[in-house]
T-cell receptor
Framework: NAGVMQNPRHLVRRRGQEARLRCSPM?????VYWYRQLPEEGLKFMVY????????ESGMPKERFSAEFPKEGPSILRIQQVVRGDSAAYFC?????????????FGPGTRLTVL | GNSVTQMEGPVTLSEEAFLTINCTYT??????LFWYVQYPGEGLQLLLK?????DKGSNKGFEATYRKETTSFHLEKGSVQVSDSAVYFC??????????FGQGTRLTINP
């Protein structure tokens, strides 16, 4: 059973370009979470999605950022018109609630560098 | 809102030393508590968890006990190894909600 997969692992963009980050959850997992880790800081929650639904986007910046988790295919985190402050590691996690609590499994992350 | 406070790092120890990394939390109700470990250049791996008061999570020689009375979940290991060098994150969640992380503690073990 493959773990959570993210691609690309490294992404370089110039200011003003768009960044698309992909996350494929573990097989059988229907909950996806995105977190951002700034250099030397902890992870901050961005958004929580289930298939075709955004459940909690309280951590998403109000502008330029969007996320989706379609019925088929990976979850996408999209950042439009990137700025230098968007440079960070973006982690995706997935979970299932069969155990009654929220054990999240993390992908290896996408490290975004904005020039 | 919910929050997690971790012992500030970095922490540097010699091999075979005893390790404690403090973690306290603020939450309504009864959250689940976790310790995650992050090795350089990698994502987070779950180290151990506890889902109710007085539970003890353990893995790879690490232990942490869910203390409701002190709202704490301190991480301990009796004898650390060089391979334990990493960043350790304490976290909580409630139900299907997001994980709330502490700021992380960087641990370096010298031979």
């Amino acid at each position: 059973n493959a773990g959570v997969m993210q691609n690309p692992r490294h992404l370089v963009r110039r200011r003003g370009q768009e960044a698309r980050l992909r996350c494929s959850p573990m097989k059988g997992h229907s909950h996806v979470y995105w977190y951002r880790q700034l250099p030397e800081e902890g992870l901050k929650f961005m958004v929580y999605l289930q298939k075709e639904n955004i459940i909690d986007e309280s951590g998403m910046p109000k502008e330029r950022f969007s996320a989706e988790f379609p019925k088929e295919g990976p979850s996408i985190l999209r950042i439009q018109q990137v700025v230098r402050g968007d440079s960070a590691a973006y982690f995706c996690a997935s979970s299932t609630l069969t155990s009654g609590y929220n054990e999240q499994f993390f992908g290896p992350g996408t490290r975004l560098t904005v020039l | 809102g919910n929050s997690v406070t971790q012992m500030e790092g970095p922490v540097t120890l010699s091999e075979e030393a005893f390790l404690t990394i403090n973690c306290t939390y603020t939450a309504t109700g009864y959250p689940s508590l976790f310790w995650y470990v992050q090795y350089p250049g990698e994502g987070l791996q779950l180290l151990l968890k506890a889902t109710k008061a007085d539970d003890k999570g353990s893995n790879k020689g690490f232990e942490a006990t869910y203390r409701k009375e002190t709202t704490s979940f301190h991480l301990e290991k009796g004898s650390v190894q060089v391979s334990d060098s990493a960043v350790y994150f304490c976290a909580l969640s409630q139900g299907a909600q997001k994980l709330v992380f502490g700021q992380g503690t960087r641990l370096t073990i010298n031979p």
